[in-house]
């Protein structure tokens, strides 16, 4: 499965994003896609996740009310609306992909995915 991740870019605080994550490859072996964030310094943090029958999603608690996980089944790709943006939420930020319906340490945990796109950069200016 290859990632491909896009729609990054700079914006003003109070703005909004949209950013996509089209999958190629074997993606009808996916079963859930996430998009993670890692700031300058900082570990990689989950952001958010979709099953890719789009019946759950799950969401940091930073981001809960702000950013909405989508999934077009039709296109093989994966969008995250981010809205009201804040400078805290400048970071690279990264699809990726599991094909197992298990979770060994739960959605969130990176571990638990093993295809990765390549990051697009947010940055929130205040």
């Known amino acids: 499965v290859q990632l491909q991740a896009s729609g990054g870019g700079l914006v003003q605080a109070g703005g909004s994003l949209r950013l996509s994550c089209a999958a190629s490859?074997?993606?009808?072996?996916?079963?859930?896609m996430g998009w993670f964030r890692q700031a300058p310094g900082k570990e990689r943090e989950f952001v958010a996740t979709?099953?890719?029958?789009?019946?759950?999603?799950d969401y940091a608690d930073s981001v809960k009310g702000r950013f909405t996980i989508s999934i077009d089944n039709a296109k093989n790709t994966v969008y995250l609306q981010a809205n009201s943006l804040e400078p805290e939420d400048t970071a690279v930020y990264y699809c990726?992909?599991?094909?197992?319906?298990?979770?060994?340490?739960?959605?969130?945990?990176?571990?638990?995915?093993?295809?990765w796109g390549q990051g697009t950069q947010v940055t929130v200016s205040s």
């Open positions: 990726a992909a599991k094909s197992s319906s298990w979770y060994w340490r739960g959605p969130g945990d990176p571990r638990e995915y093993e295809y």
């Open positions: 979709i099953s890719w029958s789009g019946g759950r999603t």
């Open positions: 490859g074997r993606s009808f072996s996916v079963y859930a």
